[in-house]
């Protein structure tokens, strides 16, 4: 296991089309986050998950943004009818949830564009 | 309200020479983690340094080095020696709470560093 992976690296889509992103977090990781970065940006903060659990949501995450990890592996981030507004740098980020574990490892992200 | 506040956006610096990125933080916890990365252009974010709330001593990890400055709630990181690979972005960040029950990072806006031959 090289690090978190995420898939695709880039999209473009269309106005008003829904994308789905995929992250695969360090195997032994148990929490993984989704963070947007727009251009000049710093990270924000979208949710995570510990396991399969989602235990914190960004009032940035509208109603169609949905995020899934349904077997505490992998997660799935959907956006429905994307907006111009969308396009952004979509990260993911893996941690270990013990003692003093502190660092996140952040995936290479997924550039999406919409046009 | 803005919890971690980088006032430089960008900056450069001389090969060999040293460089201090400031960054200020809100928080009214009284346990949280203070953390760098950088991102060069390829775009992945890169661990470089991390502080802890209660540590005592300022952070290093080879050429990094953290100003930890509690009362004043300011965590600057120090790059000595600067090469050319130092180029990038860097943020600050802080998760707030118990080291065993972090969630989210809160970045700052972030400096753009360029070092110069």
């Known amino acids: 296991d090289t690090g978190v992976s995420q898939n695709p690296r880039h999209k473009i889509t269309k106005r008003g089309q829904n994308v789905t992103f995929r992250c695969d977090p360090i195997s032994e990781h148990n929490r993984l986050y989704w963070y947007r970065q727009t251009l000049g940006q710093g990270p924000e903060f979208l949710t995570y998950?510990?396991?399969?659990?989602?235990?914190?949501k960004s009032r940035l995450l509208s109603d169609r943004f949905s995020a899934e990890r349904p077997k505490g592996s992998f997660s799935t981030l959907e956006i429905q009818r994307t907006e111009q507004g969308d396009s952004a740098m979509y990260l993911c980020?893996?941690?270990?949830?013990?003692?003093?574990?502190?660092?996140?490892?952040f995936g290479p992200g997924t550039r999406l564009t919409v046009l | 309200a803005q919890k971690i506040t980088q006032t430089q956006p960008g900056m450069f610096v001389q090969e060999k020479e040293a460089v201090t990125l400031d960054c200020t933080y809100d928080?009214?916890?009284?346990?949280?983690?203070l953390f760098w990365y950088k991102q060069p252009s390829s775009g992945e974010m890169i661990f470089l340094i991390y502080q802890g709330s209660y540590d005592e001593q300022n952070a290093t990890e080879g050429r990094y080095s953290l100003n930890f400055q509690k009362a004043r709630k300011s965590a600057n990181l120090v790059i000595s020696a600067s090469q050319l690979g130092d180029s990038a972005m860097y943020f600050c960040?802080?998760?707030?709470?118990?080291?065993?029950?972090?969630?989210?990072?809160?970045f700052g806006a972030g400096t753009q560093v360029v070092v110069t031959p």
């Open positions: 998950f510990q396991n399969e659990a989602q235990l914190e």
């Open positions: 960040a802080m998760r707030e709470g118990r080291a065993d029950s972090w969630g989210k990072f809160q």
């Open positions: 928080t009214s916890d009284q346990s949280y983690g």
């Open positions: 980020a893996s941690s270990y949830r013990a003692g003093n574990s502190n660092e996140q490892f």
